[in-house]
């Protein structure tokens, strides 16, 4: 089946520094990565989306200076937050759609834990 | 503003016994619906999907949806202990590589 990894799975970093998450799709070639940001106890919430090769399209109230995402591969995409401020730490999840995949073909990572101390 | 409203729980059942989750959503151009199961701390697992009105059974899961009424919903049949997570309804409004729309989730906990 589809595979999506998503690294690292937990980081913690101090306030004002970036954090890089890469997803890589690993047998398929993820046209279309989803970023979302899960707050504990609260729904996903869609960030961005991007195509391969193209600019990200951030969701309202969104920033796209502070999360810099890079699709720049179809097996390849990468969010930064940058300046992290503790308010950003979250469950970050990326999703990716694509082609030759078995199942229907929105793939979820493994998400990544960020804490900002 | 395309919405998913889903019960936010707790829904609670004896192990055995038929869990059932409801969902609805606003967009009546909506074409997939999804199910995702999601454990405290993991990232969401696709449990199914539903395209066609009517009834989708896997196993111990069937989705049911009704487009006339605009909503769609999962029963889990003989559940056990480790159903117990929170279920994720997902809308996308037509094929292909648009985004998914998630609703809030219903905690659902399965009593040995």
């Known amino acids: 089946g589809a595979v999506v990894s998503q690294h690292p799975s937990w980081v913690i970093c101090k306030s004002g520094t970036s954090v890089k998450i890469e997803c890589r799709s690993l047998?398929?070639?993820?046209?279309?990565m989803f970023w979302y940001r899960q707050f504990p106890k609260q729904s996903l919430m869609l960030m961005a989306t991007?195509?391969?090769?193209?600019?990200?399209?951030?969701e309202q109230g969104v920033e796209k200076d502070k999360f810099l995402i890079n699709h720049a591969s179809l097996t390849l995409s990468t969010l930064t937050v940058t300046s992290a401020h503790p308010e950003d730490s979250s469950f970050y999840i990326c999703?990716?759609?694509?082609?030759?995949?078995?199942?229907?073909?929105?793939?979820f990572g493994s998400g990544t834990r960020l804490t900002v101390v | 503003q395309k919405e998913v409203e889903q019960n936010s729980g707790p829904l609670s059942v004896p192990e055995g016994a038929i869990a059932s989750l409801n969902c609805t959503y606003s967009?009546?151009?909506?074409?997939?619906f999804f199910w995702y199961r999601q454990y405290s701390g993991k990232s969401p697992e696709l449990i199914m999907f539903?395209?066609?009105?009517g009834d989708k059974e896997d196993g111990r899961f069937t989705a049911q949806l009704n487009k006339a009424s605009q909503y769609v919903s999962l029963l889990i049949r003989d559940s056990q202990p480790s159903d117990s997570a929170t279920y994720l309804c997902?809308?996308?409004?037509?094929?292909?590589?648009?985004?998914?729309?998630f609703g809030k989730g219903t905690k659902l906990t399965v009593n040995p």
């Open positions: 999703s990716a759609w694509g082609t030759g995949v078995l199942s229907y073909g929105y793939t």
């Open positions: 047998d398929f070639q993820a046209t279309t």
């Open positions: 991007s195509n391969e090769g193209s600019k990200a399209t951030y």
């Open positions: 967009d009546r151009g909506s074409q997939s």
């Open positions: 539903i395209y066609s009105n």
């Open positions: 997902a809308v996308i409004s037509q094929g292909g590589s648009e985004k998914l729309v």
